[in-house]
């Protein structure tokens, strides 16, 4: 009875990694059709002797640290603020998720548009408040170009770990909280021994999507810089596509693709190890 779905489950998603990865062991180059042949891990050993991979990967490590964390600390204290009985709570909710349901190409725009040096909304604003005297180049520096990238990213997938937490709130019953009060506890101790412990299985969900998308962020950057200035946000997703698409060398492509996996892998693991364990507790 299951034959179907899984014979579908096999096409749609095995055979592609699969073939991915046997790709990745060959020299397929569409400039070079006739060239193909089966050259087994050099592909990937030519990634470690590559000097702009390498530097992709201090770059990718930088936006990856910078992004997951800057959108779970958000994150939490959207959900905390979000979990709150307020008036207006349930619109401001429907207002948390529209970055979310914008596409990246979409979001790139957006920002190129807010971030541009001569028509940009960033530097009429500034310069109305009078914080700065003239329009910024802010992309133009490369730390600032990472750094606006990275706020671009967030931006855009914030509003899923929001929705995350919040699920994971609501899970907490609220006799713990009215126990903690009646103890004394204040609001850091009742986040610290009530909320978190509950929470951390919801976080460890978060931190692996969200390093997952950060580590194959491609269109937000693609739109916003291109990678530059430089490869100032030459993450690897953005060699990826340019490696597969520009240069069609699709061998050195998919050994891009699967580093990107293993690295996410490795890093899951990581995750799962440190947090799953300290996630259980006793009700």
Known sequence: MNSPALIVLFSLVAYPIGYSFWVSLHQQNLKRPDDTRFIGLENYFALWRDPTFLSSLRTTGLFVVLVVSMTVVLAMILALVLNESFLGRGVLRSLALLPWAM??????????????????????????????DSYQAWLSSPSGA??????AQVWNTLPFAVILLLAGLSTIPSDLYDAAKVDRAGAFQRFRQITLPW??????IVLIL?????????????VLTGGGPGDATSIIAVLNVRTALTYTDF???????????????????????ALYRKGSFEV
Do not use: K, Q
Request: proline letters at 3%; zero cysteines.
């Open 251 to 273: 061998g050195l492509g998919s050994a891009y693709s699967w580093v990107i996996t293993a690295f996410t892998l490795i890093i899951s693991v990581g995750y799962v190890a």
């Open 210 to 222: 969200e390093t997952m998308n950060a580590f194959r962020a491609f269109d937000t950057i693609y």
């Open 199 to 204: 929470l951390l299985h919801p976080l460890l």
């Open 103 to 132: 596409p990246g190409v979409v979001n790139g725009l957006m920002w190129r548009t807010i971030f541009d040096a001569n028509t940009g909304a960033l530097n009429g604003l500034l310069t109305d408040l009078g914080l700065i």
């Open 146 to 151: 990472f750094f606006l990238t990275a706020f």
